[in-house]
Each structure stands twice: as structure tokens, then as C-alpha cells.
């Protein structure tokens, strides 16, 4: 399985970017998707995640009400609509695929691409 983010870039406090991952592989069918993000100088953290299906999908607390993780399987592609964004929000966006447990947790994924980076200035 091999993962390509893209969607990346800067935007002022308050504003909106829409983050995409492009999946390919045979391999692929199956996997659920995640979202990680890593700010400089601290540890990667959980973003969001989403099943196959796309019926149901995890946040973490402070991404609750402000971000919408979707799929479109047909296209092998995952989003993150991200709105209201904070300049805390300033990382490396990184999406991940697996099967494993542990779906907030990156033990839980074994496909990572490569990361886009966001910026949110103040």
C-alpha cells in the first residue's frame, strides 16, 4: 500500500484547508485510514480516523466539531476537512493506513505516507 498526502499549505487563523490521500496497492481493500500530525519539537498525535466503510469515524478531542475525516473508495482517496484552524494546529499532516488494534495509536497502522505540511498563522 503506498499513501500520498497532498492539500497542505498556509492559512490564517480561523480559515480552511482541505487535506486529500491518494492510496494504490492491491492490497489496499480493507484498511482503515488515519490522520497523525507532529508539530516541531513535540511527539506525533491522532488526528483522526476512519473505518472501510466510512460509516464510522474517531476524533480526537480538541479536532471534535472542527474537522470531518470522508473516503471516496472508488477513487481510493481520504480527506480531512479541516475548519477553524488554530495556529496550534501547525504541523506535518501524515495519513496511515492498517488493520491492527490500537486506532489512536500508531502501532495500530502499517502504511504511512509521506506528510503535508500546514501552517496556520495568527
Known amino acids: 500500500v503506498q499513501l500520498q498526502a497532498s492539500g497542505g499549505g498556509l492559512v490564517q487563523a480561523g480559515g480552511s484547508l482541505r487535506l486529500s490521500c491518494a492510496a494504490s496497492g492491491s492490497t489496499y481493500r480493507g484498511y482503515r485510514t488515519g490522520w497523525f500530525r507532529q508539530a516541531p519539537g513535540k511527539e506525533r498525535e491522532f488526528v483522526a480516523a476512519i473505518s472501510w466503510s466510512g460509516a464510522v469515524t474517531y476524533y480526537a478531542d480538541s479536532m471534535k466539531g472542527r474537522f470531518t475525516m470522508s473516503r471516496d473508495n472508488a477513487k481510493n482517496t481520504i480527506f480531512l476537512q479541516m475548519n477553524s484552524l488554530k495556529p496550534e494546529d501547525t504541523a506535518v499532516y501524515y495519513c496511515?493506513?492498517?488493520?491492527?488494534?490500537?486506532?489512536?495509536?500508531?502501532?495500530?497502522?502499517?502504511?504511512w505516507g509521506q506528510g503535508t505540511q500546514v501552517t496556520v498563522s495568527s
Open positions: 496511515a493506513a492498517g488493520l491492527r488494534p490500537g486506532i489512536q495509536t500508531d502501532s495500530g497502522y502499517d502504511y
